[in-house]
């Protein structure tokens, strides 16, 4: 099969950061998908309607000429996030879930939930108005091997979740491991997962081949070649409860080549190219446009794209760096030949 045309398709997990970097990644986005979950971990995060709502008209100037790409906003869980707040997130029509992040977790996770009880009546007030929870699904115990760290957050907490809110919408996000697809595999109650194209290309050896590539670090981390095949498994299967996300995380490369280096990867330039080289790869191509562009709009209760975008297997090189304003963003794949090719 050398060309796949499918419904456009949208991205359930994104990350756009603010500022000149926003202005720069949005069109690289705009140009496959139509919509997109977008993570609200700015500084300051994202904690309000109201803050949702002044995010949503930056992203929306940043939009290239024409462009219909449409921001699903997400409000960022604390321990105070109020029953009010998720009442007016669900009078919205543009707020569609709220995001939990362990403090600590990841980029801009500081603000986040140290005590998941705390929570519990912000929760509860989200299942009562329909508005779904996405995980980001690791404990941050010192004492948590780095890479067990998903497998620990599904048993001390995501079980307990499921059982205590079972009309809940609980997406976990970006699966890294077998544990997570056999928990969403088996959970009762909406749940689902998004799966990245970088969990889906690498295992933990990406991070360390010819030496330490920070271009490959993420969080939650890259982990062994069972959890990609796993993750693979999940991914081609058609199950309705994986889809796409990519957590595209867009850094300046001097912050990923530092001695302190972010978590990230920027897969929006190639996202779609990607994926299409790895359904491909696992022969699965006819899959591709359930886990891309129908099983999340049917999760989130939202309509699939009436539009459509082609895909063509013809080899292109992707720029070793990007320019973001003042910055450089080192893409996924930099450099390197990609084998598919959106061309409408």
Known sequence: MNRIRIRRPDDWHLHLRDGALLEAVVPATARSFGRAIVMPNLKPPVRTVAEAGAYRDRILAARPAGSRFEPLMTLYLTETTSVDDIREA?????????????????????????????????????EKHGVPLLMHGEVTDGDIDVFDREAVFIERHLEKLRSTFPAMKMVLEHATTSDAIDYVNSAPGPTAATITVHHLMFNRNALFEGGLRPHH???????????????????????????????????????????????????????????????????????????????????????????????????????????AGQETIVPLRAGDEIGWRQVG
């Not at 707020?95 to 980029?107: I, L, S």
């Not at 993420?218 to 796409?244: D, M, V, W, Y």
């Not at 595209?248 to 001695?259: F, G, I, L, N, R």
Request: aromatic share 10%.
């Open 90 to 126: 669900a009078e919205s029509d543009f707020v569609h879930a709220v995001k939990y992040y362990p403090a600590g977790a990841t980029t801009n996770s500081d603000s986040g939930v140290r005590e998941l009880e705390r929570a519990y009546p912000a929760i509860e007030a989200m």
């Open 217 to 323: 670090y993420c969080l939650p981390l890259i982990k062994r070649e069972r959890h990609r095949q796993a993750l693979l498994a999940a991914a081609t299967s058609g199950n309705e409860r994986f889809f796409l996300g990519t957590d595209s995380a867009p850094h300046p490369k001097h912050a990923k080549e530092s001695d302190c280096g972010c978590a990230g990867v920027y897969s929006a330039p190639a996202a779609m190219e990607l994926y299409a080289e790895v359904f491909e790869a696992a022969g699965a191509l006819d899959k591709l446009e359930a886990f891309a562009s129908l099983n999340g709009p049917a999760f989130y209760g939202l309509p699939p794209s009436n539009e459509t975008i082609e895909l063509r297997k013809q080899p292109w090189q992707m720029d070793r760096e990007l320019t």
